[in-house]
């Protein structure tokens, strides 16, 4: 294969990886969570919580939720203090400077050994609060838990929300020439569907061993859930490189995982002149698409730094780097 078409390959694969990443996102109002605040608990331990939230939304599929470094983007920029943002005048005004239909403020709060996870959604657009909703655990580890119960919830509420009610058909009157006889209201079943507990979500993928393969080389990976441990090796025509890669999987529990992922390699080789020495950091945005439990695809580029040491020869540059391979899990 040579370089033009090998490069038209890798330019098509990265437009579909693309394409199938937005596909979540069609058709969803915009939501943004602000800093939930902090009652009996850190200001830190309340963010970790907020960040929970942001996460079970964003699982649900049913919102379009903005990142939280966007969010603080513009807000410096706005110069506007979040922090204690929890009134429905502060959500609204929020909202409108983050160009978002609706805004989630709350608090976490700790009273004796209970934890309590309150929230509350404001329509930026009414200025009022269309949905409130709150849980409790003993345990500190459930709060990602809770946040999932309350996501599912809100997007419960929100399907039910938007569902149009049919129209119940008018009577049709039959005109004869002495009387009037209209045609009787059709009945209606009316069946009372119970809705099921919602259940803590966890994650389908974590705590599981796996042998990666991809081009140029093979990798020994550990998925913890929100990360991933990789050995990864490379070889080709004279060099060979080893080292380690970290994954912090965005979405865990989904199919279709985003990563970001920070690598270093060393590297050996060898050319019709002299040996050398080197070694590539480089950082990656990628998805992991999982066909089954066992067997997942994955792609990501990203920019490594390549610096290069031979006999009296140094040399040192950065390159778009393109990866493609598939996974297999134990």
């Not at 061993?209 to 070889?235: D, M, N, P, Q």
């Not at 985003?258 to 990628?286: D, W």
Request: glycine share 8%.
């Amino acid at each position: 294969m040579n370089k033009s078409i090998r490069h038209i390959a890798e330019i098509s694969l990265f437009v579909s990886f693309l394409f199938l990443c937005n596909l979540y996102s069609q058709d969803k109002p915009n939501i943004a969570v602000s800093e939930l605040s902090g009652k009996g608990i850190s200001g830190m331990d309340a963010s970790i919580v907020s960040d929970f939230l942001r996460e079970a939304l964003v699982n649900t599929m049913k919102f379009k939720v903005l990142e939280r470094s966007n969010m603080e983007q513009i807000l410096a920029e706005q110069k506007f203090q979040i922090s204690g943002c929890t009134s429905e005048e502060c959500a609204v005004k929020l909202g409108r400077l983050l160009n978002v239909q609706r805004v989630i403020v709350g608090s976490v709060s700790k009273l004796d050994v209970m934890y309590y996870v309150s929230i509350r959604m404001v329509d930026v657009e009414k200025g009022e609060i269309v949905y409130a909703d709150s849980g409790e655990t003993d345990s500190m580890k459930e709060l990602r838990g809770i946040c999932n119960q309350l996501a599912g919830r809100l997007a419960e509420f929100e399907v039910t929300k938007t569902k149009v009610t049919p129209e119940v058909p008018k009577p049709k009157i039959i005109e004869k020439p002495v009387e009037i006889i209209p045609k009787p209201l059709p009945t209606f079943e009316t069946k009372i569907v119970k809705t099921p507990k919602l259940k803590i979500y966890k994650s389908k993928h974590s705590n599981r061993f796996g042998i990666g393969f991809h081009y140029l080389g093979a990798s020994l990976r550990y998925l913890t859930g929100s990360l991933t441990w990789e050995l990864k090796g490379v070889y080709g025509d004279g060099f060979s490189g080893l080292g380690p890669r970290i994954y912090y999987n965005f979405n865990p529990d989904s199919n279709s995982m985003v990563y970001l992922a920070l690598e270093y390699c060393s590297i050996n080789g060898k050319s019709n002149f002299q040996r050398y020495t080197g070694s590539a950091k480089g950082t990656f945005l990628g998805c992991e698409f999982f066909q089954s439990n066992k067997f997942s695809i994955f792609s990501d580029i990203g920019l490594s730094t390549v610096s290069l040491n031979g006999e009296g020869v140094r040399a040192a540059g950065q390159h778009i780097i393109f990866n493609l391979g598939f996974n297999a899990y134990f």
